[in-house]
């Protein structure tokens, strides 16, 4: 049985009149009744039979009846949603932070949008715990965050095992300061954020018995670093991006005691969402691509 000829009896069960079926379905009625004989013979029995002018159901064509009109509806649903997933598939949601929406995202998604024109991409800026919040409550297709979240429903990948930290100063105060007085004298620039960083950062300022005449707090590490350079105080920032300007010397480490601080960055992302293959390639490229990112 082919689903257009079960398309064909359905509408004329319901109508009980071929001409009717057959004006509906932009079909001719030969059509029609061409189907219908068809769906006869490979049962045996007879669909439909005729008093006068008017047409009824046999019992094997109620039988069929009972069952087709169970069978559209599922059809009809599986459509839909199939539909939903393509137009959802359509546009991908990425959410991470400022750093990363800066300095990693951009050679990913030009990569990305080469390989599949056809998908459009959003990025969100917003913090670690925005992120999280936001996979939760599917608002986001992916999320990179700093640390790592575990959740069933939720597939943690970990991107990188470290993301170096350094404690930085500018060359104006860095000259005309001991390490002593900048931490003492100076503002501490810290990266507004909840989770795993905060916690190495608070660690990080423990450790070195470092108090804190005054806090600056900034919501991004872009404002850190532009808060550094412009000699407001000392701040806490990825390596990465102050390579340059520590190479250059416009800006300097400032040395302590303590270990190294490493934070790990992840990628967070419903479990179901690995099903699709055009969000498949994107982690792939993002693997593959995130730590040759500087």
Not at 9 to 16: C, E
Not at 199 to 222: A, G, P, T, V
Not at 246 to 254: D, K, T
Request: net charge negative; aromatic share 8%.
């Amino acid at each position: 049985m082919e689903l257009r000829q079960l398309r064909t009896f359905q509408t004329a069960a319901k109508l009980l009149n071929f001409t009717q079926a057959a004006k509906l379905l932009n079909f001719s009625q030969p059509t029609v009744t061409a189907q219908i004989r068809s769906l006869e013979e490979e049962i045996g029995h007879s669909l439909f039979f005729r008093i006068g002018k008017q047409t009824f159901l046999t019992g094997h064509g109620e039988i069929m009846k009972h069952y087709v009109d169970q069978i559209f509806p599922i059809l009809d649903q599986m459509t839909t949603e199939l539909q939903a997933q393509s137009r959802t598939a359509s546009k991908l949601t990425l959410a991470a932070s400022e750093t990363f929406c800066t300095h990693y995202f951009p050679p990913i998604i030009r990569q990305f949008l080469a390989d599949d024109p056809d998908i459009g991409i959003k990025l969100v800026s917003c913090t670690s715990d925005k992120v999280i919040d936001g996979i939760n409550a599917n608002h986001f297709d992916l999320g990179i965050i700093s640390g790592s979240y575990h959740k069933s429903g939720v597939t943690n990948i970990v991107l990188s095992e470290k993301e170096d930290l350094v404690l930085i100063v500018s060359d104006t105060l860095y000259q005309h300061n001991t390490t002593q007085e900048l931490l003492e004298k100076y503002p501490f620039i810290k990266y507004e954020i909840v989770g795993p960083f905060e916690e190495q950062m608070n660690s990080y300022i423990d450790e070195n018995d470092i108090h804190l005449r005054k806090m600056i707090e900034c919501s991004s590490l872009e404002a850190v670093k532009s808060a550094v350079t412009h000699a407001i105080g000392v701040g806490l920032i990825s390596r990465n991006l102050v390579k340059k300007e520590l190479a250059e010397r416009q800006l300097h480490e400032i040395h302590l005691n303590s270990k190294p601080i490493v934070i790990q960055t992840s990628l967070i992302i419903a479990t179901h969402k690995l099903r699709d293959p055009k969000t498949m390639h994107l982690i792939r490229l993002i693997e593959q691509k995130w730590n040759m990112i500087h």
